[in-house]
């Protein structure tokens, strides 16, 4: 616990334009690696776009290790298709916390983050003050895949005790 620096909650909320992977469509769930975490959503079934609305929370010990986004569509029989991957930059995000901005208007833009090779932003992305929070809402654009985008939210929550960022 005392290396933690913090917890990163990941708001999954939908897919966009996914692959077909099956004859009709696709029944897809998203996998988020940290290091040795392993998180998973929930499966929709016949969606290609499908609305997930889940909250994964990624405990932060090394805030420089890549964090993976891997969008699967499900197989009862053989293993599980790949429909795209995409790597979240979390980078840009800690760099506003280690700010330590306290007590913004709701809605103030603090950093704009904009699509680049490195990124996997299919388009600009604003880190802002919402409810006493900084939030990062942005569209991932899925590498190794003809097509398909995954719709994220980032949150920190700092944990009392921690080291911090």
């Not at 469509?25 to 690696?33: E, L």
């Not at 090394?62 to 699967?72: A, C, K, M, Q």
């Not at 840009?92 to 280690?98: M, N, R, S, T």
Request: glycine share 6%.
């Amino acid at each position: 616990m005392e290396d933690l620096v913090g917890l990163l909650r990941i708001r999954v909320k939908r897919g966009i334009n996914l692959a077909l992977r099956d004859s009709l469509s696709s029944d897809p769930f998203v996998h988020i690696t940290m290091g040795s975490q392993k998180l998973k959503s929930r499966t929709v079934e016949n969606n290609c776009n499908p609305e997930w609305n889940e909250e994964l929370t990624l405990a932060i010990k090394n805030p420089d290790e890549p964090v993976n986004l891997t969008v699967y569509d499900k197989d009862t029989f053989t293993s599980h298709d790949k429909m795209g991957d995409a790597k979240i930059d979390i980078k840009p995000f800690l760099e506003v916390h280690k700010m330590g901005l306290q007590e913004l208007p709701d809605g103030t833009e603090i950093k704009r983050v904009v699509p680049t090779r490195d990124n996997c932003l299919s388009e600009a992305s604003s880190i802002v003050s919402n409810n006493g929070k900084i939030v990062q809402d942005m569209i991932l654009l899925l590498r190794n895949v003809e097509c398909g985008e995954v719709e994220i939210q980032l949150e920190w929550i700092q944990i009392p005790g921690s080291k911090g960022l």
